[in-house]
C-alpha cells in the first residue's frame, strides 16, 4: 500500500468517525428536545386534570347550593294551610276546595327538591273522591308549587225530595251514584234532568240500576215528544209524572206496560196545541185509554 491510499483510507475513517460523532450528537440532542416536549406535555396534563377537579368540585359545590334554594321546595305547611298559595286546585265544578284540601291534609310534605317530589301519594288521596274520574298534577319551581287539575265525572241525573230543595245526590254518565252531601252545592244545572223523589225512597230504592231505569224512560219520552224533559217525578211510586216543555205527563205505574203507553204521546200532542193553556196534564196512567187533564176554571 503506498502514502497516498493509506492517506486516503485514514482521511475516509476520521469522516466515519465524524459522521458517527455528528448522528450520535442529533441524536442526543433530538432526545433532550422529546424529554423537554414529555415534560411540559406532562405538565400541560396536569394543569389540565387540576382544572377539571376543579370545575368538577365547582359544579357539585353550585349545584349543591343551587337546589338548596328555598324556590325548588314546598312549605312544609302546604297540604295543612287551605289558604296556601304553593297549591292551587283548579276546575273543581262539584268538589268544593275545602273538601280536597282535608283529604290532602295528612300527607307528608316532602324535603326534596319540587320536581322529585312524588305525585302518587296525592292522587291515590284523591280518588278516594268518588266524584273524581281523573287528576292532573303539574310542578313548578321558584316559587316551589303544585298545580292539581282536577276531572270530575259529569252528572246527567239529580235527585232531589223537591223541586226547589237542594240535591240530594246525583247520578253520572259513567254510572256512579254519588249520595255525599259535601258534593250538591255546586252540582244543580238547569240542563240535567231531575228525579224529585221522598228521602225514604232516596234511602232504600234509589240505586245505579234503578237510575238506569229511570234514565230510558225519559229516553223514551223524549223520544215520542220530541221535547226535553225537565224532570220526572217519583215521590208517589205508583203516580209518577215527567214534565216536558209543553204540559206534564201522568204515566202512573212504571210496569212492563210503561213504555207501550209512552208511544202513545206523539199521538196526542198534536191535538193540544190549541188548549195548551188549560190542560193540567196527559194522562197515559190507563192501558189503551187517553185524556187530557184540564185545569180547574178560576171562580171569580
Known sequence: MTDSEFEKMNHKEQYEDLDEFQNAKRIVKHKRIERKIRKKRKKVNNLKAFIRFILLVAIIFVTYHFFKLSGWYLPKDTFKNPNCKNLEIVNN?????????????????????????????????????????????????????????????????????????????????????????????LVDNSSVLKILTTPQSLKKDISVKRVLEIEQIVKAVETYSNEKVEYIDMRKPNDVFVKIQTTSIRLGTLDSTVYERIKRIYTILPQITNVDSQIQYIDLSWDKVNYLKMKKPIKK
Request: net charge positive; hydrophobic share 45%.
Open 93 to 185: 265544578k262539584i268538589i268544593p276546595t275545602y273538601v280536597i284540601n282535608k283529604e290532602l291534609s295528612d300527607i307528608p310534605v316532602s324535603r326534596l327538591p319540587i320536581f322529585f317530589t312524588k305525585i302518587n301519594p296525592i292522587k291515590k288521596e284523591l280518588y278516594k273522591i268518588p266524584v273524581i274520574k281523573n287528576v292532573y298534577i303539574r310542578r313548578y319551581g321558584f316559587p316551589a308549587r303544585l298545580q292539581i287539575i282536577v276531572m270530575e265525572r259529569t252528572p246527567i241525573a239529580i235527585i232531589k225530595t223537591d223541586l226547589n230543595a237542594k240535591p240530594a245526590a246525583f247520578f253520572t254518565l259513567d254510572g256512579v251514584l254519588i249520595t255525599n252531601k259535601h258534593y250538591m252545592n
